[in-house]
């Protein structure tokens, strides 16, 4: 299974949005804490729209207590790694769970963590003219370059016919 993992985020907009996409993909969310934000913030609602319900998440009281309960391979995200996400291999056929970990929007993932698993520390390729990208977008660039991987198991690749969807034919129509 994949999941991501926020480390204290402080944004609520951003990890609403990143709750948006782990429904959308079937990704498992966990969230260690300080969070910047109550999980009950407005802000936090709107950017995670009505999906928030259907959403397969864990709140940690620290790194350690999350690391002690979810055993797998551990991803980190930091602008400081130096192989790019794609260089790894996800399609994950051992079915082993795959945490991909990306750091609070002011300073990261703290280096004492990293430092422990440099093989695993990676960023996505940008020019110099910015130190990083949204963690946001950040998320989901590397949760679809995992599923990419993986062939979409899981997923839809057409838009399905009933109350709620247009269906797979909607532009013939």
Known sequence: MNHIVLYEPEIPQNTGNIMRTCVATGTKLHLIQPLGFSLDSARLKRSGVNYIDQLDYQVYENFAAFQQANPGVYYYFT???????TAFDYRNEINENLYFIFGKESTGIPKEILQKDLEHCMRIPMTDKVR???VSNSCAIVIY????QQNYRGLLLEEPGDAAHKGADYLER
């Open 145 to 148: 370059e995992v599923l990419r």
């Open 79 to 85: 602008r400081y790694g130096r192989k790019p996400h």
């Open 132 to 134: 990083a990208l949204n």
